[in-house]
Each structure stands twice: as structure tokens, then as C-alpha cells.
């Protein structure tokens, strides 16, 4: 399987995909701290920085898996809940990027936050572009516990399978560059006062997300994950902060010594971060279901 990733971070989701065997085929990552870790530790993947000027239409069709985990600031109730409104709302670029790559498989992920920010608006929203653009969609509220890591970590995992009819595609970009026009004329309509009527199945999906929104908040957690096979476990995972007390990696010698800037970066690499032993449950789900795929 051939995996690709948008908002690589210290890349979580290609340590995962490394796991399973596959190959890393590029990373989109801006962060210069994230992208000298990417370069020590996938030396053979393509790096890129910036994802509005990145363009995925050269692997078109080449791509298996395709993941990211868009910045989850914009809903996060760690910061200020600025939504679509917050310059770092970059869904839309990790849309562009699926239309123009057409992976076989999608894997996003964001935090929690995403389901209860305007009532569920732009949770709604991936799922509905998603199924537009000929996936089928399934979203799951998975927590680092469930694999037994040492914190809770809940967090929001789209998992989207393309339409088997492969032909499908073509009627879908098509499709887009009508609703292209559409806008454009949407937008001369609404100048002169017409409003969009309601859509009916978005407002039954709403009431839906509500209700299983509620569920968790009274504090139903969800089926633990399977039991994983990774390299080592968690005994002896760091739980300190890394500066130079703990298992940090460095010589006792320079216990006390501080490196602020790298300290840091660290940290923040390491807070946005996905859990890979977690993405490596999806993706041996997504290799056993291709496997069946195959067979049959």
C-alpha cells in the first residue's frame, strides 16, 4: 500500500503506515522543527511545506491511503473557537488535495471539539464534501486509552472508502465544475435577496450528531480498540516533560541542563500529534477490509 500525508507533524500517521509495511510517498508539513524530524526519520519520502501551494495532481490514481490531521486550533476548547473564521480552518485545502490526488482511502483526524463547535457545522461539513467527492464515510470518537496509552486523548477519526465504481469520478468532477458555476450564480442570486432553501437530510444528520454528541457528553465511552502489535509498549513511556530529568534520551551528565528552544518545539510537535499504535488499528482495518476487496 502506497501512504501519503497532509499536515505531517513528526509524522504519527507514517510511523503507523511504516509499521504496517507500507510506503511513505510524501508529506506536506510547514513546520521547520517537523520537517527536520521528517527528514531524519523518512529520508525516502517527498517533503513539501506549504499545502496551499502544494499541488497532488502528479500522484493522481498513485495514491492508497491518503491521511491527515488537519489543525484542530480552530475548534479546539484549548484555544479561542474561531472555527471556519480562524486562518488555520485548512479543511478546505486537504479537499482540494483529495480531489486532486483521489486516494483510495482517506484517514482525518481532529480533536473532539470539532463535533461540539457550531453544533457540529464543520463535522458535518467533512462528512458531507467526503460523500460528494464519491467516498463513503464513517466517523469514529476513538481515545489514546482505548489502546491503553497513559492519557485519554479523545479525539474525531474520519475513515472514507472510495466508491467502487471508479467511474464515478469522472461524472463527479463534472459535477464539480457545474457546482463551480452554480456559486457563481448562487452569489448573483443572493445579491438580489433569494435565500437557500433548507436541505432536509442535512437537518436529520444534524439531529442525529446532536443526539450521539449527547451520548458522550454523559460520559458513554466508546468500544476500547483492539489489543495492538507494535514495537514495545507503554512501560517506561516518558510521562515527564522532556527537558533533561526522566528517560529523555540523553546522557545523565547533562541532567539540568535546559535547551529552551528545542524543549519547546518538542513539546508542541508532541501535543499535536496523532498516537500511532492508534492509526495502526485503522490501518490494519483498512488492510483487512482491501484484502477482502481483493479476494472477492
Known amino acids: 500500500m502506497k501512504h501519503a500525508s497532509l499536515f505531517t507533524g513528526i509524522g504519527g500517521f507514517d510511523l503507523a503506515a511504516e509499521w504496517m509495511g507500507w510506503q511513505n510517498i510524501f508529506q506536506v508539513e510547514i513546520d521547520p522543527f517537523c520537517q527536520m524530524v521528517l527528514s531524519k526519520m523518512f529520508p525516502n519520502a517527498k517533503r513539501y511545506e506549504n499545502i ?29 473557537r474561531k472555527g471556519t473564521a480562524d486562518e488555520r480552518h485548512l479543511w478546505p485545502e486537504m479537499l482540494r488535495v483529495i480531489r486532486e490526488v483521489r486516494p483510495r482511502y482517506i484517514v482525518g483526524e481532529n480533536v473532539y471539539g470539532l463535533v461540539t463547535w457550531n453544533d457540529g457545522l464543520v463535522f458535518q461539513q467533512v462528512q458531507s464534501d467526503l460523500e460528494s ?41 463534472k459535477r464539480n465544475e457545474h457546482q463551480q458555476e452554480g456559486q457563481e450564480l448562487w452569489a448573483i442570486l443572493k445579491s438580489n435577496g433569494y435565500e437557500r432553501p433548507a436541505s432536509n437530510s442535512h437537518s436529520e444528520r444534524q439531529q442525529i450528531q446532536r443526539r ?14 483492539a489489543e495492538y502489535n507494535t514495537p514495545g509498549d ?8 522532556p527537558v533533561c530529568f526522566g528517560n529523555d534520551g540523553l546522557s545523565s551528565r547533562l541532567d539540568g541542563i535546559s535547551f529552551p528552544k528545542w524543549r519547546n518545539n518538542s513539546i508542541k510537535a508532541a501535543g499535536n500529534a496523532i498516537v500511532p499504535p492508534l492509526a495502526l488499528q485503522i490501518f490494519k482495518a483498512i488492510q483487512l477490509f482491501d484484502d477482502g476487496l481483493t479476494r472477492s
Open 52 to 80: 496551499k501551494a502544494f499541488s497532488g495532481k502528479k500522484y493522481r490514481g498513485t495514491i492508497d491511503v491518503l491521511t491527515g490531521g488537519f489543525p484542530c486550533q480552530p475548534y479546539s476548547s484549548a484555544g479561542k
Open 133 to 173: 467527492e464519491g467516498y463513503e464515510v464513517q466517523p469514529y470518537v476513538l481515545p489514546a486509552c482505548g489502546i491503553n496509552a497513559p492519557h485519554r486523548r479523545n479525539r474525531v477519526w474520519f475513515v472514507a472508502h472510495a466508491d467502487s465504481n471508479a467511474g464515478r469520478w469522472q461524472e463527479i468532477d
Open 212 to 225: 450521539d454528541a449527547a451520548k458522550q457528553e454523559k460520559g458513554n465511552r466508546p468500544a476500547p480498540v
Open 234 to 241: 507503554w512501560n517506561n513511556w516518558p510521562t515527564q516533560s
